[in-house]
């Protein structure tokens, strides 16, 4: 009678196991979450191209600032 149980279990175990049509839907479900990191990634690239336009300013301000600190210096020298 247990043999008869565990085989019948082990068989269970297999079905379960080797079964197609649950693994087709599987695929299914992670279709939306490749999906969604895609969507993501838009967004990511924007605020890339978005940082370095942001601190091209402040390299701009800071050559701009670099002549008037050496033009008081320049007087004092006359």
């Known amino acids: 009678m247990k043999k008869s149980l565990f085989a019948a ?3 269970s ?3 379960a196991a ?3 049509e649950k693994a087709a ?3 299914a479900a992670e279709a939306p ?3 969604a990191p895609a969507a993501e990634a838009p967004a990511a690239e924007a605020a890339a191209t978005e940082a370095p336009a942001a601190e091209a300013p402040a390299a701009e301000a800071a ?3 670099a002549p008037a600190a050496e033009a008081p210096a ?3 020298a006359k």
């Open 13 to 15: 175990l297999v079905l």
């Open 33 to 35: 979450a490749t999906e």
């Open 25 to 27: 839907e599987a695929p």
């Open 9 to 11: 279990a082990l068989l």
């Open 74 to 76: 320049a007087e004092a």
């Open 63 to 65: 050559a701009t600032e």
């Open 18 to 20: 080797c079964g197609g």
